[in-house]
């Protein structure tokens, strides 16, 4: 019988949609996406080890695989989550109410400031044997990270960020809607979502039209609803960015290298920056490497690129179409969460 991270209700998407960032058909790719393989085997003895996981800003369902991997693999005694957005703790809600039943368990919620809070949440801290932060925030990061002791590890997720590089040439129908699905995937939110696609040749009226056709016809609409109900401070912040933003057709942005905004939140729209040669996918690659999550690439595309990706030593590299949605098994930063739950068998040799 299949197992899923996420057990819904038949109106949980709706129920989502009410309270959270993103559209119910965005909930419902989240859910459906989260499929435990029969692979999969847990450990069931009980650790002592006792956790904060820290969310942010990322794609929903991120935060809720990680609280289900940490229940299945590190045999906590205690897990307590902070998160930013009401999606993401209706989610981590639904999987302690699955799997979580023989754990101590907590959920702060957005108003808090996670390292200004009562004496409740100070206790967790100081009682805490492995403290996970998922963060953008170098401030933020560094002050989880003065937390760490001798019996206290501090494990950081910081600042990452995804893009695809593509040789005009490559660029089917199909090809365009794939790359175009990145883009409208979560509308540019969190670390698995493309900034922007390299494409590799001169620019072309041509292929920015048939991006902009394939956005308008397939995502256009769904765009338009999930901005229509962004807060209003981010919809302030969206308005702004688009009144200077480089765009060459709708939803479509041309930008260059040398552009400040090529990693600014894309809220729904394709960036594209057109480059000669994989020298300067290199170059940004060289640069940038130790904050890159994920490239997507072609698997029969040019062996350049797959030659810079194992050199930089990317953490994942995926389809087009593929950004937001690792395997289960797949990591997509430096540190794993597979390692972190395992490491006190490992360290002991049971592993």
């Given at each position: 019988?299949?197992q899923?991270?996420?057990?819904?209700?038949?109106?949980?998407?709706e129920?989502?949609?009410?309270?959270?960032r993103?559209l119910?058909?965005?909930?419902?790719?989240?859910i459906?996406?989260?499929?435990?393989?029969?692979?999969?085997d847990e450990?069931?003895?009980?650790?002592g080890?006792k956790?904060?996981i820290?969310g942010?800003?990322?794609?929903p369902g991120?935060l809720a695989?990680?609280v289900?991997?940490?229940i299945?693999?590190?045999?906590p005694?205690?897990?307590?989550?902070?998160?930013?957005t009401?999606?993401d703790?209706?989610?981590?809600?639904?999987?302690?109410?699955?799997y979580?039943q023989d754990v101590?368990?907590?959920?702060?919620?957005?108003q808090?400031?996670?390292?200004n809070?009562?004496?409740?949440w100070?206790?967790?801290i100081?009682?805490?044997?492995?403290?996970i932060?998922?963060?953008?925030?170098?401030?933020?990061?560094?002050?989880?990270?003065d937390?760490?002791?001798v019996?206290?590890h501090?494990?950081?997720?910081?600042y990452n960020?995804s893009?695809?590089?593509?040789?005009?040439?490559?660029?089917?129908?199909s090809i365009?809607?794939?790359i175009?699905f990145?883009?409208f995937c979560?509308?540019?939110?969190?670390?698995?979502?493309?900034?922007?696609?390299?494409?590799?040749?001169q620019?072309?009226?041509?292929?920015v039209?048939q991006?902009a056709?394939n956005?308008v016809?397939?995502?256009g609409?769904?765009?338009?609803?999930?901005r229509s109900?962004?807060p209003?401070?981010?919809?302030?912040?969206f308005?702004?960015?688009?009144l200077?933003?480089?765009y060459?057709?709708?939803f479509?942005?041309v930008?260059?290298?040398?552009?400040?905004?090529?990693?600014d939140?894309l809220?729904g729209?394709?960036?594209?920056?057109?480059v000669?040669?994989?020298d300067?996918?290199?170059?940004?690659?060289?640069?940038w490497?130790?904050?890159i999550s994920t490239?997507?690439?072609?698997?029969?595309?040019?062996?350049?690129?797959?030659?810079?990706?194992d050199?930089?030593m990317?953490?994942?590299?995926?389809?087009y179409g593929d950004?937001?949605?690792p395997?289960?098994?797949e990591?997509?930063?430096a540190?794993?969460d597979?390692?972190?739950f395992?490491q006190e068998d490992?360290?002991?040799?049971?592993?």
């Amino acid at each position: 019988m299949s197992q899923w991270i996420i057990n819904p209700s038949l109106d949980m998407p709706e129920v989502l949609e009410q309270y959270g960032r993103f559209l119910a058909n965005d909930y419902r790719m989240v859910i459906e996406s989260m499929a435990v393989p029969d692979s999969f085997d847990e450990y069931s003895e009980k650790t002592g080890r006792k956790f904060i996981i820290v969310g942010s800003k990322e794609r929903p369902g991120l935060l809720a695989k990680t609280v289900f991997l940490c229940i299945k693999l590190a045999g906590p005694e205690s897990i307590c989550v902070y998160v930013e957005t009401l999606d993401d703790m209706f989610l981590i809600q639904n999987v302690f109410e699955n799997y979580g039943q023989d754990v101590d368990r907590k959920i702060f919620s957005e108003q808090f400031d996670p390292l200004n809070i009562g004496k409740q949440w100070r206790d967790e801290i100081e009682s805490a044997t492995d403290i996970i932060v998922y963060s953008n925030n170098d401030k933020v990061i560094k002050a989880w990270r003065d937390l760490e002791t001798v019996d206290r590890h501090v494990w950081e997720h910081g600042y990452n960020f995804s893009f695809g590089v593509v040789n005009a040439i490559s660029l089917t129908p199909s090809i365009i809607n794939e790359i175009c699905f990145d883009f409208f995937c979560f509308y540019g939110e969190g670390r698995l979502a493309p900034r922007f696609y390299f494409v590799i040749g001169q620019y072309s009226d041509k292929i920015v039209e048939q991006f902009a056709m394939n956005m308008v016809v397939q995502y256009g609409a769904l765009i338009h609803e999930y901005r229509s109900k962004l807060p209003f401070t981010r919809k302030s912040d969206f308005t702004r960015d688009s009144l200077t933003a480089p765009y060459k057709a709708k939803f479509i942005r041309v930008d260059n290298l040398n552009s400040e905004s090529i990693l600014d939140t894309l809220y729904g729209d394709v960036r594209l920056i057109f480059v000669d040669s994989y020298d300067e996918v290199e170059d940004f690659v060289e640069k940038w490497r130790e904050h890159i999550s994920t490239i997507a690439v072609n698997d029969w595309d040019d062996e350049d690129i797959f030659d810079i990706i194992d050199s930089n030593m990317i953490p994942r590299t995926c389809n087009y179409g593929d950004m937001q949605f690792p395997d289960f098994f797949e990591y997509y930063d430096a540190i794993d969460d597979f390692s972190i739950f395992v490491q006190e068998d490992m360290d002991d040799g049971l592993i």
